[in-house]
Antibody
Framework: QVQLQESGPGLVKPSQTLSLTCTVS??????????WTWIRQSAGNKMEWIGR???????NHNPSLKSRVTMSVDPSKNQFSLKLTSVTAADTAIYYC???????????WGQGTLVTVSS | DIVMTQSPDSLAVSLGERATINCKSS????????????LAWYQQKPGQPPKLLIY???TRESGVPDRFSGSGSGTDFTLTISSLQAADVAVYYC?????????FGQGTKLEIK
């Protein structure tokens, strides 16, 4: 049973870079035809798809975040990562990682990690 | 981007009664070459991540009770809970995966009346 777990700082200062890692267990990040995805949930339950990365490194990201997003994958550690630069209070959210499976749906999800942007 | 709009924003239904949640997309999410609607429904309970309920608009995920059903095609979709149980109290989201960015509805909060 594949499981995902997010990790990273819970507090980031404005203008700095938010960095999160998702560790995959119970399966190889390189196996299958999966995309590894980041989603965030902000105040009012707003769900936003941030982007996804294939094990080869190919990415798609949400244009709303413009060029602030960088995603990477480390098959040797069975992890994938998210960096979001120049954060503001609007980036405060619960950040989830999830697997986009071969049905193109998000399953499973990590438990999520709250990131607060504040000085 | 495809905009997903759910209605209502919140809903209170008596135990054992039917609950219906609607989702409308700003453009069709039907891929005509395979006749699949790229629409999923997720359930999120407090303090938990979302859980997949329905995909391809009407296919129930393994292990999901059969009181949950999805219907619709093109731009208009419905999630129906045929007989509401206390365990169904949650926020429900639709999501399109027809094109990136994969967008979500704003969520519908379902409560017991």
């Amino acid at each position: 049973q594949v499981q995902l777990q997010e990790s990273g700082p819970g507090l980031v200062k404005p203008s700095q870079t938010l960095s999160l890692t998702c560790t995959v267990s119970g399966g190889s990040i390189s196996s299958g035809t999966y995309y590894w995805t980041w989603i965030r949930q902000s105040a009012g339950n707003k769900m936003e798809w941030i982007g996804r990365i294939y094990s080869s490194g190919r990415t798609n990201h949400n244009p709303s975040l413009k060029s602030r997003v960088t995603m990477s994958v480390d098959p040797s550690k069975n992890q994938f990562s998210l960096k979001l630069t120049s954060v503001t209070a609007a980036d405060t959210a619960i950040y989830y990682c999830a697997r986009e499976d071969n049905r193109w749906v998000l399953n499973p999800w990590g438990q999520g990690t709250l990131v607060t942007v504040s000085s | 981007d495809i905009v997903m709009t759910q209605s209502p924003d919140s809903l209170a239904v008596s135990l054992g009664e039917r609950a219906t949640i609607n989702c409308k997309s700003s453009q069709s999410v039907l891929y005509t070459s395979n006749n699949n609607n790229y629409l999923a429904w997720y359930q999120q309970k407090p303090g938990q991540p979302p859980k997949l309920l329905i995909y391809w608009a009407s296919t129930r995920e393994s292990g999901v009770p059969d009181r949950f059903s999805g219907s619709g095609s093109g731009t208009d979709f419905t999630l129906t809970i045929s007989s509401l149980q206390a365990a169904d109290v949650a926020v429900y989201y639709c999501q399109q995966y027809y094109s990136t960015p994969h967008t979500f509805g704003q969520g519908t909060k379902l409560e017991i009346k």
